[in-house]
């Protein structure tokens, strides 16, 4: 008999081997559904990590900024009169973050934070010759806010260096001024301060409203412009899971009680439009797999019915319930497992097939989706569970039968 | 003196209780068979024959009565107690063979064995082969059991029911279906387990010639025994 396996697995085993069409038929079935379930989970991964990525690599995940000023009219009420105050909204200077080195130390011992980077930004006009536009001026220091936005990698020409008279502009700006890599141009900001700076590099920042904006120069050349000598207006940070990033958010908020903004917040538009992706895509993913089990029960009930006199026969040769239960319970898992596998094979197939056929015009992949083997592993322990809770009723049956009914059936 | 290997005392059986339609198939049936015995069971279709067989079987209970199983009395035991008292102590051979067809000769030989300690192993292998080879199959060991005649089935079906040496051994019309020739071969391989082993055997038939080669022979007729004559 088949090695010495126990009593349940073999007869299992011969019990799948005896009704081989019913066998391939469902396994097929099995494997279909599974096949469609990985390709969508690996769909669904691609395109939203693809999403993702492009949105992100252009901003932090959380930016901390000062806390709002907020004017506070000082009469109290007095009892019994009710009074009309007219209060004007304060103006929203460009503010330093109280004691914020002191804040980066403690945001960047958080574990969840990956990286974080002090910023000092406000409006500016880049002039050259008649040419002029308004931008924003970010100063950073270049080796901690490329852990953020990794600026080199998006140079179109020049270096990604910001000494004292550098700047980084964007290919759309450098478009509108006229500057190449090596030309000079003057910033000014409102207060009529201004300095000549030299353009480093040429960055595509990927979005025609960033690369037409953004510039870039050293944390303290833009302290200096700005008014904002030893401080900094905001501080970026990225996190390793970033859709914790709002939840991260706020217990920095509460931690150092400035304001911080998760990019699900600033970006709550993109947010609900993957989170009802993600919504779709489980609630198909869900009714394929319960297909999947209610396919299963189903070859399993007439199993149980075919098999109903091999069953009364092993009762009366001294089977137990138990044993019986086991028998249809691992043919459940079984096919199951095996179903998983095959649909593992489908799955990989099609998500293969989608980086050849599946491209973009310049003949990239049009979002790439990886084999991930936990996708797989899941899948298979999934299918397996599935399978034994649908094989639970039909097995249930099994070991139910009266023996003297079955025998005589 | 050694207790009986069955004992009824008073066993009826009804069916449909509680309903409208309830019936008596049996009605306070006594035996009583002793090691060694080789009785026959007989009478017309509907008497009860198949009914008392299954209580004696245990894969029935009586409605009322009492029923003794080599000395232990079956009345309170749970379904996990009546089935290993049922796989220690009796050997089932059935009408139509009932062989497991997905399994080949040597396996159904060795399944009550393997039902009973969960997983194979060499010695129940070699109690398997000796008993094939007692009935002559040897040779049909590795075929599937569908794959033989009736009469090698029903051999192997004996050999199945020895396969944990019970000290009873029940056949419902085990050569009802079977040509006179192989008909006589499987009875005569029961006897000779009898006589060897001392195996208690009850046996369902409604062939006279077969009946007259027994110990005993036990009439029943409509739930109730008629006659009971030693020979």
């Given amino acids: 008999m088949t090695g010495w396996l126990p009593f349940e697995w073999i007869a299992a085993s011969r019990f799948l081997r005896e009704g081989r069409l019913q066998t391939v038929a469902i396994l097929l079935g099995i494997g279909i559904g599974v096949g469609v379930i990985v390709f969508m989970s690996a769909a669904l991964a691609g395109q939203q990590a693809n999403i993702v990525r492009r949105v992100l690599s252009a901003q932090a995940h959380i930016v901390l900024i000062p806390a709002r000023e907020i004017a506070r009219p000082l009469r109290g009420g007095q009892p019994g009169v009710a009074e009309a105050a007219i209060i004007q909204k304060p103006l929203q200077r460009v503010r330093s973050i109280d004691q914020w080195q002191k804040i980066i130390q403690e945001v960047d011992a958080l574990p969840e934070v990956t990286a974080v980077s002090p910023m000092a930004s406000g409006a500016a006009i880049a002039q050259r010759g008649e040419a002029n536009r308004s931008v924003t001026l970010q100063g950073v220091d270049a080796e901690r806010y490329f852990r953020i936005v990794p600026l080199p990698e998006k140079i179109v020409s020049g270096q990604p260096r910001l000494g004292a008279e550098d700047i980084i502009v964007g290919v759309d700006l450098a478009t509108d001024l006229g500057v190449r890599v090596g030309d000079k141009m003057r910033v000014a900001v409102g207060t009529g301060q201004g300095a000549t700076l030299t353009v480093s590099g040429i960055v595509d920042l990927g979005t025609k409203g960033a690369n037409q904006r953004l510039t870039y120069v050293a944390l303290h050349t833009a302290q200096a412009l700005l008014g904002l000598i030893g401080g900094v207006s905001s501080i970026d940070l990225t996190v390793n899971d970033i859709y914790a990033a709002e939840d991260i958010a706020q217990r920095i908020q509460a931690l150092t009680g400035v304001e911080a903004d998760s990019w699900i917040r600033t970006n709550a538009q993109l947010y609900l439009a993957i989170n009802a992706q993600v919504i779709a895509n489980t609630t198909i993913r869900f009714f394929v797999g319960l297909a999947i089990a209610f396919g299963i029960a189903a070859v399993l009930i007439v199993s149980v019915v075919q098999k109903s006199k091999e069953i009364g026969i092993l009762r009366a040769m001294g089977g137990s319930r138990g044993q019986i239960l086991r028998v249809f319970l691992l043919q459940g898992a079984v096919l199951g497992l095996l179903g998983s596998l095959v649909g593992s094979a489908l799955g990989g197939l099609a998500i293969v097939l989608w980086g050849v056929l599946v491209k973009n015009p310049d003949g990239t992949p049009l979002f790439p989706l990886d084999l991930d083997p936990k996708l797989f592993l899941a899948a298979a322990l999934l299918a397996t569970l599935s399978g034994l809770i649908a094989a639970f009723v039909p097995a249930l049956r099994g070991a139910r039968l009266d023996p003297v009914v079955a025998i005589r059936g | ?231």
């Fill in chain 2, 1 to 231: 003196m050694a207790e009986p290997v069955i004992k009824l005392e008073g066993v009826c059986k009804s069916y449909g209780v509680g309903t409208p339609v309830e019936t008596e198939v049996l009605h306070g049936v006594d035996l009583a068979l002793e090691r060694g015995e080789f009785c026959a069971l007989m009478g017309p279709s509907g008497s009860g024959k198949s009914t008392l067989l299954n209580i004696i079987g245990l894969l029935d209970r009586p409605t009322s009565g009492q029923l003794s199983i080599a000395g232990r009395v079956t009345g309170g035991l749970d379904d996990k107690a009546l089935t290993q008292l049922r796989g220690h102590t009796i050997g089932f051979v059935f009408q139509y063979h009932h062989l497991i067809p997905a399994f080949t000769a040597l396996e159904n030989v060795m399944m009550p064995i393997l039902l009973e300690r969960g997983r194979p192993d060499a010695a129940m292998r070699q109690r398997a082969d000796e008993l094939l080879a007692s009935v002559g199959l040897t040779q049909w060991r590795d075929n599937l059991a569908l794959n033989m005649s009736g009469g090698q089935q029903q051999r192997v079906a004996v050999a199945r029911a020895l396969a944990m040496k019970p000290a009873l051994l029940l056949a419902d019309e085990p050569t009802g279906n079977l040509d006179t020739h192989s008909a006589q071969g499987v009875f005569d391989l029961m006897r000779q387990v009898n006589r060897t082993q001392g195996t208690a055997i009850l046996i369902v038939t409604h062939n006279h010639a077969l009946a007259e080669q027994c110990s005993r022979i036990v009439q029943i007729v409509d739930g109730r025994i008629t006659t009971d004559r030693r020979l």
